[in-house]
Structure formats: C-alpha cells, structure tokens
C-alpha cells in the first residue's frame, strides 16, 4: 500500500494533505466520519461534527496534549483546539488543518498562533525546541486515525 500523506508544520501553519480512497459515496463518507467522531468520544476526546455539506464537513476538537516545548530545561505542555476541514468526493478527500486556538497549563487560551513560533525566516524561533516535531506528531496520529477508520469501514 501507498504511504499516507502527512501534515507538516510551515510558518502559515499546515499545509493542506490529500487523501485517495476506494470510490466511496458522499453519504457513506459522511455517516463514517461522524461514527468516528462518536468513536472518538468513547476514548474521552473532545471532538464535534459540523458544516455538514454534500462534499465537505468540519471535525474540530481539543487536544490535550497537542504539542511540547522544552526552554532552558524545562517542558511547557500545551492543548489546542484543532479543526479539520475536510472535502471530499467519491475517491479521496482533502484535508486542511488549522490550529485556531492554544491554551496554557490553566486551560486559558494564550495569545499565541502556530505561526508565533516562528520567526521572519520561516524557523522554529530559539527556545521552542520539541514544538514542530510534537505537533506534527499529534496531529498526524490523529489524521491516520481517521484516514484508517475511513478506509477501513466494512
């Protein structure tokens, strides 16, 4: 089998990733998409369906632990909010991935986006180091789930 696409972290934030899949109609798509938020919730996870339209939905959620960061010794644990905006057709789907919101230890969003961390030459800024890679690692477990659950339906 193919290897799935994966989500890398840019300064402008993810770059969208397209999946293929065996032809699948939209409304099986969709009813299989809001089985796996359903299953999602089983396992604790904060995630919700909306903006369900013929080819296109929204799968957005909290993150507890979406990404890391370690400064001078010390690791710095944060949750963010993630929207997957996904469109699709009968053979695959797009998904585009967007980190709206991220939030201190005390659950309060901070001021901060994805691109923050960055700086004017589209590197990780000093003092972030673990970030790209934590993140990156999150949110691609989480597209392969869903990419798995997907493609594996019966």
């Known amino acids: 089998m193919a290897q799935t696409p994966t989500l890398q972290l840019t300064s402008r934030g993810f770059e969208p990733v397209t999946y293929t899949l065996p032809r699948i109609a939209g409304g099986k798509f969709t009813d299989l998409s809001k089985a796996w938020v359903t299953e999602q919730k089983r396992k604790y996870e904060q995630f919700d369906l909306s903006n369900v339209?013929?080819?296109?939905?929204?799968?957005?959620?909290?993150?507890?632990?979406?990404?890391f960061y370690r400064n001078r010794g010390e690791t710095f644990q944060h949750k963010a909010k993630l929207v997957?905006?996904?469109?699709?057709?009968?053979?695959?789907?797009t998904l585009t991935l967007t980190v709206p919101e991220i939030y201190a230890e005390s659950d309060t969003p901070t001021q901060y986006t994805l691109p923050d961390y960055f700086d004017s030459s589209g590197n990780i800024k000093e003092g972030y180091d673990g970030l790209k890679t934590s993140i990156e690692a999150t949110v691609n477990d989480i597209a392969l789930n869903y990419y798995n659950f997907i493609i594996n339906y019966k």
């Open 84 to 93: 997957m905006k996904v469109d699709f057709t009968t053979t695959g789907y």
């Open 53 to 67: 339209g013929s080819n296109t939905l929204t799968i957005s959620g909290l993150e507890k632990n979406a990404f």
